[in-house]
């Protein structure tokens, strides 16, 4: 029904900043909430933040509030990521999620991406 597929991950130093893109197929895009997990081994998956279906709303962890931001292009079918003053425990595999909720649970989502991996090194 919809497929996700993230990009942009890879090393970075503390401090530093990268920004992750999830493509989305299928024209329903719009229809969609999108919310951005993580998950570091031996950890519970984790919310990060979510942006309602127009792009009119977003929240985040308190974690990541204030050095993260989600935007989303619907007419590029894509939610981005970008991540600001990234420190050592923001280091997990990412994942992009879509559901018809605009919520902060997993099991709010149903279509999922692979994940990419994000490394902040110190």
């Known amino acids: 029904q919809v497929q996700l597929v993230e ?3 890879g ?3 503390a401090g530093g900043s990268l920004r992750l893109s999830c ?3 299928g024209r329903t895009f719009n229809t969609y909430s999108m919310g951005w997990f993580r998950q570091a081994p031996g ?3 984790e919310f990060v933040g979510a942006i ?3 792009g009119g709303s977003t929240y ?3 974690s990541v509030k204030g050095r993260f931001t989600i935007s989303r292009d619907n007419a590029k079918n894509m939610v981005d990521l970008q991540m600001n003053s990234l420190k050592p425990e923001d280091t997990a595999v990412y994942y992009c999620a879509a559901g018809r ?3 902060a649970r997993e099991n709010d989502y149903t279509y999922w991406g692979q994940g990419t991996q994000v490394t902040v090194s110190s």
């Open 7 to 9: 990009s942009g991950g």
């Open 11 to 13: 090393l970075v130093q």
């Open 23 to 25: 493509a989305a197929s």
């Open 43 to 45: 950890k519970e998956r």
């Open 52 to 54: 309602s279906r127009s």
């Open 60 to 62: 985040y962890a308190d």
């Open 101 to 103: 909720i605009y919520g």
